[in-house]
């Protein structure tokens, strides 16, 4: 691996778990720190799953499945933490559209990942 990939993914690893960390704040806490963009809340999970998932396979190309884990680990627990904050709501949909937008996510950066490898 030269310099150049090796700065790119560890970029990548520093975003992908700061990215995480960022989602898990606005998720668990109360209502009033969750941002709004304007957008349906569907399709800002959808994004920041999409983000959060092609940081970590792009972070991570030969752990896969281990990113795969922590994606959509990731998204079904933060779900059902909601479920602790009296202001929030953990819903099943809701945690299915997080892990539809990872998966995304994993696959593009899991290609992105195998071009920078090429």
Same mark, same amino acid.
């Given at each position: 691996m030269d310099f150049q990939s090796h700065a790119i993914r560890r970029l990548a690893r520093i975003m992908a778990w700061l990215c995480?960390?960022?989602?898990a704040f606005v998720t668990v806490g109360p209502i009033g720190v969750r941002p709004e963009t304007g957008v349906s809340?569907? @399709?800002e999970r959808l994004v920041a799953f999409?983000?959060?998932?092609?940081?970590f396979a792009a972070a991570y190309p030969r752990?896969?499945?281990?990113?795969?884990?922590?994606v959509i680990g990731a998204a079904i627990v933060l779900e059902a933490f909601q479920l602790l904050e009296p202001s929030r709501?953990?819903? @099943?949909?809701?945690?299915?559209?997080?892990?539809v937008g990872g998966v995304i996510g994993l696959v593009a950066g899991?290609?992105?990942?195998?071009?920078?490898r090429h």
């Amino acid at each position: 691996m030269d310099f150049q990939s090796h700065a790119i993914r560890r970029l990548a690893r520093i975003m992908a778990w700061l990215c995480l960390g960022y989602i898990a704040f606005v998720t668990v806490g109360p209502i009033g720190v969750r941002p709004e963009t304007g957008v349906s809340p569907q @399709l800002e999970r959808l994004v920041a799953f999409a983000v959060v998932g092609a940081l970590f396979a792009a972070a991570y190309p030969r752990h896969i499945l281990l990113a795969a884990l922590v994606v959509i680990g990731a998204a079904i627990v933060l779900e059902a933490f909601q479920l602790l904050e009296p202001s929030r709501h953990g819903r @099943l949909f809701d945690a299915s559209i997080k892990i539809v937008g990872g998966v995304i996510g994993l696959v593009a950066g899991s290609i992105f990942a195998r071009l920078m490898r090429h």
